[in-house]
Each structure stands twice: as structure tokens, then as C-alpha cells.
């Protein structure tokens, strides 16, 4: 039976009647479902622990819908905006032993051999789990534990052993008899599985989380795969987990991107290559995003995207840090993000002309002219954080200000240099020009670091607004 959608229920599934099949046979060996072969004198089989037998002849997908619904309801991260997960129950049995003397398994249905996981096939585990070809025997308890789908799922009467697609675990150390272990094929990638069953089996702090590294290229395909199937199987105690690693590099605080931008120049330093990408496309981390219901991602991911022209974005060459080879080009956004994109671009790019225009804008120096007789204070007369510090020379501190727009203007506008399309990156450089190490008139330097900082506090709290997120 498989479960496609358990918001839609399947028609009902007549049950299967035992024939034969359930019997013993003559030599010893017990039969189950169609193409479970289980060899030698096994005796007696039980289910393993937590699938308890059937009482009803409901489907598996209208049982799950029913005991999850209301769950679902409360749930903020519910899956009505996903896809609703996908499994169903396999029919495997066992092949010739192979060079270690192991048995193979192989898919009843289509005769592939499949492949146990090397590190997540435990020899007291109590469910198989198949993803694509490969097999990982897993505890139970340890899905139930953090799963509110696997929860359910287990805790729905199952048909008797003889019925059940499952698979006979021979005796081991830990396991001192043969057991009857139900095998479950999840539509899933098998990396991606595997990379959830280790952070389940590995779960704590997300500092001491061995399934999460450096939020680079790699570090993002493995976080991403752990986070859709987190968000699949409502694990929400992992998904949080990831969703506080990713903000590391995808930050919705302008201190937390002054602090990624470090790393960034650190990395680019270190490298000695300017155009090295520390992060994972933007392209990558949007559509991520929007897969998972993850909103507070995108605010970073539109904004760093911005930052690059449209031929960097769409035709970027090698040396350009967009660029990823062929089988690594992340998918493009939706028509809407692309929209979104181009609208927030004009912000930007707006934004960097008014700054450069307002570092020495004309009122702001008439202001200062005035202030003894108004007691106004401007950006060249007096800062409340120079400790009443006064402008030392007004006609100088207006003429240095008249070139520092003129170098701006030549450098961001004309000559389109590093920063062009970043109104962050402009205001603090902005705020420097007139560094008060090395002016004459610390008082108007002072003014000017003040200034730059609140225009950029200013810019970030519009990002959303420039980038339509606010509705998205």
C-alpha cells in the first residue's frame, strides 16, 4: 500500500487474504508476503516492537491523515505549503551470499540488488528503511522519538506478520533471535536520508552537531537535504537546528552580516582569489527557502544576489563568484523571485546615488551656518557622539566634502568599482573617507561615521520592503 498524499486518502485497499503463503513450509520455512523469502528453520516469527496489529481495514494513508490532521492544524511549519511525504511498504528478500558471506537483498518486484548503508545498518535495529537502493536498518524508537510522521505511522495497527512486507533479521549479538523487521521505502534521495539519520542519531546542540559544518558548498547540500526531510517528516526539533545553522550565513540582523561579510573577506584573503565564493549560490538558498517555508532566509539571499550585475548572475564566467561547473548550476528562481529581484535591484541602486548625493548635500552645510543662531546641529557642525565637538573650519570641511562626493560619484557610478551594487558596502565606505585618524576635523569625521551608520541600520530594514518580501 503507499501513502501519496495523506491529506487525500487512497480509495481503501481490500485486505489481503492468507492463503498458503502464511503457512510453514514443509522444510522449516516460513513465508510472508509475495517475494519475502525467509530461509532455514526460523520457527515461530514476531513483528518488531511498535507496529501493532491491524484492528481495521482503513488504508495506511487515510489512518496517517486522520491522526495527523489535527496536528497538522496548530503546527506552524505545516505541511500543506510541501510536498506531503511519500512511502509505502517493500517487498524484499534474500539472494546469494556474497564474498563477506552476507546474504543480498534483493527487490522482489524489480530483482535489483540493494545495498546495505555502510555506517546506519544496526544489528538490533527494528525498521529497514529503503531510499532509492540503498537500505538502512534503524531503531524504531529513534524515529518515534523525534518524528511526529513516523510517530503516527508506527503507531498504526499493522496487518498480522504473515501479511506485512518485511524482512527476517537473523540472529546476532545483539538481536539472539531471528526477527521479522517491517521495511519501509521512503521517495527520497538515499544521501539525503542517510545525512538525517546521522544528525537524528547525532541530535544535540547545533554547535556540537557533527551533521553541520562551515555553511560552504558542501556544508549546504548536506544541511539542505537534512532540512526538507525535517520538514517532511515534521521533525521540528532538527529543523530548527538547521534553520539557526543556515542564518549563520544567512542572517536577518544587519550585526550578523557585518560578521558574515568578515568571514567572507577573511576567506577571500586567505585564498588570494577576490571572486572565491565562501556561501552557496543565492540561486540555491532561495529556492530552498521557498521549498521549506522558510522566510527568514531569503532576507540575506535576495540582498547578496542583488549585489552582482545581471550578466554575473545569468552568464557568469569562471572567474565570477556565481560561477558553479555544470552538474553544481543551481536551478534559476521562479518568474516572481526574478521580478522581486529586479525590483530590488532599482532600490539598490537608488539607494547608492542618494547616499553619495546626501554625504554632501547642501542643506547639511547651510545647517551648520545656523546653528549658533538656531542651535541646529548638522553633519558638519556638531555630533552627539564627538562630545560637543565642534566643526574647526566650515569652508575646508565643505570643500572636502565636495571632493568626496566627486570621488564617490567616479567610483560607484562611473567606474563601477568593487561595491557598486552594494548600498551596505557604499555607506561604510562612506563613513571612512573622512576618517578621523587622519582629518584635521574630527568633529565633521565623527559626524560622518554616525551618519553612515545610521543609513545603513536605514537600508537594511528597507531590504524587505525593496524586495517585495514583505508580501512574498
Not at 356 to 377: D, E, K, P, T, V
Not at 381 to 408: H, M, N, Q, Y
Request: hydrophobic fraction near 35%.
Amino acid at each position: 500500500m503507499v501513502l501519496r498524499n495523506p491529506q487525500k486518502p487512497l480509495d481503501p485497499e481490500p485486505e489481503p487474504t492468507p492463503g498458503p503463503s502464511s503457512n510453514t513450509t514443509s522444510n522449516g520455512s516460513a513465508n510472508c508476503a509475495p517475494g519475502v523469502t525467509l530461509t532455514g528453520p526460523l520457527g515461530p516469527q514476531r513483528l518488531a516492537t511498535g507496529l501493532r496489529p491491524a484492528g481495521s481495514s482503513s488504508t495506511l494513508a487515510s489512518l496517517v491523515s486522520q491522526s495527523q490532521h489535527s496536528r497538522r492544524v496548530k503546527s506552524i511549519k505545516s505541511m500543506a505549503t510541501l510536498h506531503p511525504p511519500e512511502t509505502k511498504f517493500s517487498s524484499l528478500k534474500y539472494g546469494d551470499k556474497d564474498e563477506l558471506g552476507k546474504a543480498a537483498i534483493i527487490d522482489a518486484q524489480t530483482g535489483a540488488q540493494l545495498t546495505r548503508h555502510k555506517h546506519l545498518w544496526f544489528d538490533d535495529g527494528s525498521v529497514i528503511c529503503r531510499a532509492e537502493n540503498t537500505l538502512f536498518c534503524v531503531h524504531m524508537s529513534v524515529l518515534q522519538r523525534h518524528s511526529e510522521f513516523f510517530q503516527d505511522m508506527f503507531a498504526i495497527p499493522q496487518p498480522a506478520p504473515g501479511l506485512s512486507d518485511s524482512l527476517v533479521i537473523e540472529g546476532s549479538v545483539m538481536r539472539h533471535s531471528p526477527q521479522l523487521i517491517p521495511v519501509i521505502t521512503l521517495f527520497d534521495k538515499a544521501e539525503d536520508v542517510a545525512h538525517l539519520l546521522n544528525a537524528l542519531y547525532d541530535i544535540g546542540p547545533v554547535s556540537s552537531n557533527s551533521a553541520f559544518g562551515d555553511n560552504g558548498d558542501e556544508d549546504f547540500r548536506v544541511v539542505s537535504g537534512i532540512l526538507r526531510l525535517a520538514t517532511k517528516y515534521i521533525i521540528d526539533e532538527l529543523r530548527e537546528m538547521a534553520l539557526v545553522h543556515l542564518s549563520v550565513a544567512w542572517p536577518s540582523t544587519l550585526k550578523a552580516w557585518d560578521l558574515r561579510e568578515d568571514i567572507a573577506r577573511n576567506y577571500e584573503i586567505a585564498s588570494g582569489c577576490p571572486a572565491a565564493h565562501r556561501y552557496p549560490h543565492p540561486f540555491a538558498v532561495i529556492n530552498l527557502a521557498r521549498e521549506v517555508d522558510a522566510p527568514s532566509l531569503l532576507f540575506s539571499a535576495f540582498y547578496d544576489l542583488s549585489r552582482y550585475s545581471y550578466s554575473q548572475i545569468y552568464e557568469p564566467h569562471e572567474e565570477d563568484p556565481l560561477y558553479r561547473p555544470s552538474p553544481f548550476t543551481p536551478p534559476s528562481l521562479s518568474p516572481a523571485d526574478i521580478a522581486r529581484l529586479c525590483i530590488g535591484k532599482e532600490h539598490t541602486q537608488h539607494t547608492i546615488t542618494t547616499l553619495i548625493q546626501a554625504m554632501g548635500n547642501g542643506q547639511h552645510i547651510r545647517q551648520a551656518g545656523q546653528q549658533l543662531m538656531s542651535g541646529q546641529y548638522s553633519l558638519l557642525r556638531r555630533s552627539p557622539s564627538s562630545s560637543g565637538a565642534i566643526c574647526i573650519s566650515a569652508a575646508a570641511c565643505r570643500k572636502d566634502f565636495t571632493e568626496l562626493v566627486e570621488l564617490a560619484t567616479q567610483h560607484y557610478l562611473f567606474d563601477r568599482e568593487r561595491g557598486c551594487y552594494d548600498p551596505l558596502y557604499v555607506a561604510e565606505e562612506l563613513g571612512q573617507l573622512k576618517s578621523a585618524e587622519i582629518s584635521e576635523c574630527k568633529a565633521c569625521a565623527k559626524s560622518l561615521e554616525t551618519w553612515a551608520a545610521r543609513e545603513r541600520e536605514k537600508a537594511w530594514r528597507l531590504i524587505p520592503v525593496w524586495f517585495r518580501l514583505d508580501s512574498a
